[in-house]
């Protein structure tokens, strides 16, 4: 017969497709799946954490914005808005005493309340920075 479409088992680009869908699936899932419970067992880590009060120097700030947004713009109007939905977390980097350095997620929104060179006692727990007590340099 003429050079038509052959629906012979094996013989298809689908059946590899179909074949490895399923594969591809799986991989993505767990991924997603391993990743949250990453995120569960760092947590638990961090809120398990011993409290540590340390002298120390703030050195840096810096801010991460994660997930997606999008940017709308309506017409004649001039109106735009943005939509989606994203993360920003907030880091603070200590200088201790000892020279050592180390990057600490603010969860109690001191990011806005401490500046770059300030010194005093710093409250971390675990991955996270907790409290921050200025020196104020007065007796």
């Keep these: 017969m003429g050079g038509g ?3 012979t088992p094996g013989g298809s680009s689908f ?3 179909f074949s490895l869908f399923p594969i591809f699936f799986f991989l993505v899932f767990a ?3 391993g990743g949250i419970i990453f995120s569960i067992v760092r947590y638990a880590r961090n809120a398990k954490s011993e409290e540590i009060s ?3 120097r703030i050195i840096s ?3 991460e914005v994660s997930g997606s947004s999008g940017h709308h713009h309506h017409g004649d109007s001039g109106i735009s808005h943005s939509s989606g939905s994203s993360r920003t977390d907030y880091y ?3 200088e201790f005493d000892n020279g050592s350095r180390r990057e600490f997620l603010d969860v109690k929104k001191l ?3 401490v500046a770059e060179g300030d010194t005093g006692y710093a409250l971390t727990k675990g991955e996270w ?3 921050f007590e200025r020196n104020t340099g007065q007796s």
């Design 92 to 94: 603070i980097t200590l």
């Design 5 to 7: 479409f052959n629906p």
């Design 54 to 56: 340390s002298y120390a």
């Design 15 to 17: 059946d590899l497709m």
């Design 31 to 33: 991924l997603i799946i």
């Design 111 to 113: 990011y806005g309340l």
């Design 129 to 131: 920075i907790v409290a």
């Design 61 to 63: 700030k810096r801010m």
